[in-house]
C-alpha cells in the first residue's frame, strides 16, 4: 500500500511541477504531426518501406557489422564493437587519453545517455559539453532527459532562464525571451566546440556499405562538432545499421513528420568520415595540416540479446522520433520522467529498457501504458507499442517472488497466472469473474461497494480507490432479458450481438438499445452465452489467461461464423481483441475469420443504412446538439466516423471531442497509484464539454470518466437513436 501511494505521490509531484510544460509541447508536438501526415499521401507507404527495410536489417545485423567495419576501415577509420557500456565508455575513454585530449564536445545523443558516458569522462577528469540546445539545459540542471527528441521538454523557458542566469556570471540577467536564450546558449557551445580536442556524435542511422553517418537535426552542432576538432568519435546503437544509402529515403521523410511536424528536419547531415576538409587552426587563423581521425563504436549492450526475443526484437526497429510519447495522455500529463525508465522514455521505453535495463527499471513505469493503441498510428515503423508493452508486463508479473500464499492463489483463481501476480491485477485481470458473481448477489453487492469500511479494505488490499465510484449491477443481466424475447420473424440478415461483462452485467440499457436498433433495420439478433473477451487480463499483463480465453470465445464463436452470422460489438476495446490482439493467440486462418465477421455496432448500422436499410426506423434528432466522445480504440482503428457519419445522417448536431483520451482506460482510473493521472488527463476532456447539454461516449471507460466530472452519466450513442 505505502509504495503505491509513494508512486502517486511521485507522480504528483511531477504533474505539478513539469506537468504544464510537457502538456504543451507535447501536444503542440501532436497536433503537428496530425496535421502533416494527414496531407501526406505516402505516409502508409513509406511505413510500409520502413519496417521492411528495418525487419531486413535487423535480420541481417551481424553481417552489417562486418560490412560497415570495412567500409569505414578502407575509408581510413576504426570500429569499435562495445559488449556493454563499461566496454564503450573505457574505448572512448581510451582514445581520448590517446589523443591527450582535455575536453569533448557532444550532440544529442540517447545512446551516450544510455551510456552514461559523460558521468563516466568526467569520473575520470575530462571537460565534456553538450552543444544540442536541449542537451545543454540539462546538463547545467543534472538532470536526464525526458524525451526521445525533447530532452529539456519538461522546462518552460521561465525556468530555463532562471537556470542559466543563476550558472553563469551575467552583467545583465537573461530574460525569458526563447530567442534570447537560444542566442546565449549558442554562443557557450559555440566557444567550446572550438576550444575542443576531441567531438562526439550519435547517429539517426549508418550505412553499412559506405560507413556513412545520417543525421538529422534541427540545429547546426552536430555538423561542428564532428567536423571542428580533429578526432571525431560517433556512438551508436548497432540496430542504427541500414544496408545502402537509398534505404535511408523513407526514414529521412518520416522521422520529421511523425516526431515534429515537419517535412524534413532543418539538417540532414550525411557524413562519411573521416571526412576530407582540412583540419582547422583556430588560434593561427587558418587551415590546418593534421588529418582527421575517426572512430565508430558500434553499441551492443543487450541488443543482440533483444534481435533474439521474438517479442522485444520489434523495439530494435524504433527510429526514436519520440511520436508515441507525444500522443500519448499519460506521457502528457506526467512527462518522461514519470513515464520513463533510467534512458528511455514513453511506450516505447519500456521494450528498450526492458532489453538494457532490465525488467526491474521497465516495471517502475510499464503500467503507464494501458494499451489504448493511439501511438500505433503514429509508428513510422509500425511497432505494435501495446503488446511490446503487454509482453514485458507479463515477465514481470511471473518475476516476482512468490509469497508463501501462492500456491493456494494458483489453485483457487479462474486465471492462468502464477502466484506471484500482484493482487491487483489479478482481481482486475478477473473483472468478468467478479461482475457474475455481483450480479448474481446485487443489490447486496451494490451497497457493499458503497459503504466506506469496504471501500477502504478494497484499497488497502487491492489498491482501488476509493475516491473512485464503482459499478452497479443491473438486477437483469442482457441475456436474461433477451431470453424472454420472441425473435423477429422476417428479417434480412442474422446477427449475433457480443455480450461485453459490463453490457451485459451492468448496463443492459445499451444492449437493448443496440437490439432494437439492428431489429429495426431487418436484423435478427441474438445473444448466446459467450465468455469474455480476454481484454481485462490482458491489460494486466496476463497473457495466458487472455490465450485461453480467445481460444474459448473463438470456439463459442466459429459455429456463427460457419452460419453466416455476423458479429456485432458495443465495446470498442473487444472489437480491438478480435481484429488485432486475437492474431497472437489464434491460429492464422482462425483470426481471419473472427476479425473479418466482427463489427463495432456503428459500423454495422452505416454499413446496413448505406445498403438501404430504412433509416426512418430510428429516432432522428432534429438538430439536437451532440457533445461526443469516441474510444481511444475507436480513432486508433478509424471507427469513430461511422457514429460521426450515422448521428449527422439523422439529424443531430454533433461536436466531436478534441481530446485523445478520457483517461480512464479501463481498470487504469481505478488504480490508487494513478488515480490522479487519470484525473488530470480526464480534465481536459471536461473542460471541454463543460457547457454540453447532450454528452454521449462510445466505450464504458469513457462514459465512467465523464460521469465523475458530471451531474449526469453519459449515455451511449445506440441509446439516442432507438426506435
Known amino acids: 500500500m505505502s509504495s503505491r501511494r509513494q508512486k502517486a505521490a511521485a507522480l504528483r509531484k511531477l504533474m505539478d511541477e513539469e506537468g504544464d510544460a510537457v502538456r504543451t509541447n507535447t501536444r503542440g508536438l501532436a497536433e503537428l504531426a496530425d496535421f502533416n501526415v494527414a496531407h501526406f499521401d505516402r505516409y502508409e507507404a513509406l511505413r510500409e518501406e520502413a519496417r521492411a527495410i528495418k525487419e531486413d536489417a535487423i535480420e541481417r545485423l551481424p553481417d552489417l557489422i562486418e560490412e560497415v567495419t570495412e567500409a569505414v576501415e578502407a575509408n581510413g577509420g576504426q570500429v569499435y564493437v562495445a559488449a556493454d557500456a563499461e566496454d564503450a565508455n573505457r574505448y572512448v575513454e581510451d582514445v581520448m587519453a590517446a589523443k591527450d585530449a582535455e575536453s569533448l564536445v557532444k550532440s544529442k545523443s540517447m545512446t551516450t545517455e544510455e551510456l552514461e558516458l559523460n558521468a563516466h569522462l568526467e569520473a575520470a577528469g575530462y571537460e565534456v559539453w553538450e552543444t544540442d540546445l536541449g542537451e545543454f539545459v540539462i546538463q547545467l540542471a543534472h538532470e536526464t532527459p525526458s524525451h526521445l527528441i525533447g530532452p529539456a521538454l519538461h522546462k518552460s523557458t521561465d525556468e530555463i532562464a532562471d537556470l542559466f542566469n543563476d550558472h553563469f556570471d551575467l552583467d545583465e540577467p ?39 553517418l545520417a543525421i538529422v537535426t534541427n540545429e547546426g552542432n552536430a555538423r561542428k562538432s564532428a567536423v571542428t576538432p580533429d578526432t571525431h568519435v560517433a556512438v551508436a546503437g548497432v540496430e542504427k545499421l541500414v544496408p ?39 588560434e593561427a587563423n587558418e587551415f590546418g595540416t593534421g588529418e582527421r581521425d575517426f572512430h565508430l563504436v558500434l553499441v551492443d549492450n543487450g541488443r543482440r540479446e533483444m534481435r533474439a526475443d521474438e517479442d522485444l526484437r520489434e523495439t530494435l526497429y524504433c527510429i526514436r522520433c519520440g511520436a508515441c510519447a507525444n500522443t500519448c495522455a499519460n506521457f502528457q500529463a506526467v512527462g518522461g520522467h ?45 511497432i505494435d507499442i501495446p503488446w511490446v508493452n503487454t509482453v514485458v508486463r507479463d515477465r514481470v508479473n511471473r518475476g516476482k517472488p512468490q509469497d508463501e500464499l501462492g500456491f493456494l492463489v494458483e489453485g483457487l483463481t479462474p486465471d492462468e497466472e502464477p502466484g506471484t501476480l500482484d493482487l491487483q491485477k489479478r482481481v482486475f485481470g478477473n473483472a468478468g469473474t467478479l461482475f457474475k458473481l455481483g450480479s448474481r448477489f446485487a443489490p447486496v453487492s451494490n451497497w457493499v461497494g458503497k459503504i466506506g469500511p469496504a471501500r477502504r479494505l478494497l484499497e488497502s488490499v487491492a489498491g482501488i480507490d476509493a475516491r473512485r465510484d464503482l459499478p452497479e449491477f443491473a438486477g437483469e443481466t442482457l441475456r436474461e432479458w433477451m431470453a424472454e424475447r420472441e425473435p ?89 481483441m478480435f481484429r488485432d490482439d486475437y492474431e497472437k493467440f489464434l491460429e492464422p486462418a482462425s483470426f481471419e475469420r473472427i476479425s473479418g465477421a466482427s463489427y463495432e455496432v456503428f459500423e454495422y448500422v452505416y454499413g446496413l443504412l448505406e445498403n438501404g ?33 450515422v448521428l449527422a445522417d439523422l439529424g443531430y448536431d454533433v461536436q466531436t471531442s478534441s481530446a485523445d483520451c478520457c483517461g480512464m482506460a479501463g481498470s487504469f482510473g481505478y488504480k490508487e497509484e494513478y488515480y490522479e493521472v487519470s484525473m488530470d488527463v480526464g480534465e481536459q476532456l471536461a473542460e471541454e464539454f463543460a457547457d454540453a447539454t447532450q454528452v454521449v461516449a462510445s466505450g464504458t471507460s469513457c462514459q465512467e470518466q465523464l460521469a465523475a466530472f458530471r451531474t449526469e452519466s453519459p449515455l451511449h450513442p445506440i441509446e439516442l437513436i432507438q426506435p
Open 244 to 282: 545502402t544509402l537509398a534505404d535511408l529515403q523513407p526514414f529521412v521523410e518520416l522521422i520529421a513528420r511523425t516526431g515534429t511536424g515537419q517535412d524534413i528536419t532543418s539538417y540532414v547531415s550525411l557524413l562519411t568520415p573521416p571526412v576530407e576538409t582540412p583540419t582547422i587552426d583556430f
Open 338 to 382: 514519470g513515464f520513463g525508465g533510467e534512458t528511455y522514455t514513453g511506450g516505447i521505453g519500456t521494450g528498450w529498457e526492458a532489453g538494457i535495463s532490465g525488467l526491474d527499471t521497465a516495471a517502475e513505469f510499464n503500467d503507464l501504458c494501458t494499451g489504448c493503441s493511439q501511438c500505433v498510428p503514429t509508428c513510422p515503423v509500425k
Open 613 to 645: 436499410a430504412d433509416a426512418s426506423a430510428l429516432t432522428e434528432g432534429s438538430e439536437t446538439e451532440l457533445a461526443y466522445h469516441s474510444h481511444c480504440q475507436q480513432r486508433s482503428h478509424g471507427l469513430a466516423a461511422y457514429t460521426e457519419a
Open 488 to 576: 423477429v420473424a422476417a428479417y434480412d440478415r442474422d446477427v449475433v450481438l457480443y455480450p461485453d461483462i459490463y453490457t451485459n452485467y451492468v448496463n443492459p440499457a445499451r444492449g437493448k438499445a443496440a437490439v432494437r436498433v439492428l431489429e429495426a433495420l431487418d436484423c435478427r439478433v441474438q445473444i448466446p452465452h459467450l465468455e469474455e473477451s480476454g481484454r481485462a487480463p490482458l491489460s494486466q499483463g496476463m497473457v495466458e489467461t487472455a490465450r485461453t480465453q480467445a481460444k474459448t470465445v473463438y470456439g463459442q464463436v466459429a459455429e456463427h461464423i460457419d452460419a453466416g452470422r455476423d458479429i456485432v460489438v458495443i465495446e470498442p476495446s473487444d472489437l480491438t
Open 174 to 212: 537573461l530574460p525569458d525571451d526563447p530567442q534570447a536564450l537560444t542566442t546565449f546558449a549558442r554562443d557557450i557551445v559555440g566557444e567550446k566546440i572550438i576550444e575542443a580536442d576531441v567531438g562526439m556524435t550519435g547517429a539517426n542511422f549508418i550505412v553499412a556499405e559506405s560507413g556513412t
